[in-house]
């Protein structure tokens, strides 16, 4: 999923909602879906021309660390082992370990993230596509 700009830092997304013309850069963070639909449409109407047809999109808001798939331990292990590697040299891995203990360096580094950094931008989750005439928003 990707993670768009958000114009205010936020640090509680949860129960929000936002809306794109464009699907690429998210606004809003409105209290109801209801609330995201009508911003969209305003921002449609005020920008089109009268009763032309286009689409836009209302999504979740999520904490940005919720649109990472992946265990992240893995990840950091493999930073590592690139660092170790260019401080003492050698092309085999320096540090290896079990796969559920990576995992838990993971939900460990993402714990200790989630409580220590401050949020500059949201993440998306499940985005809907609607169209809207516009002129035809009721204000």
Known sequence: MLVHL??????NPEN?????TDEEEYNGHCETESDAHG???SQIDEDGEEGESR???VAKIVHPLDCISQDVGDDIMEM????VA???GGDDTALDMAREHEAELGRIIMAFIRENASVQR???KDPVKHQH???SHET
């Open 16 to 20: 929000l909602w936002c809306y794109s």
């Open 122 to 124: 949201y993440g998306i």
């Open 39 to 41: 911003e969209a449409q």
């Open 133 to 135: 005439v516009t002129g």
């Open 86 to 88: 260019d401080e003492v």
């Open 6 to 11: 958000c114009k205010n830092i936020m640090n």
């Open 55 to 57: 689409d836009y999109w």
């Open 80 to 83: 590592i082992n690139e660092r």
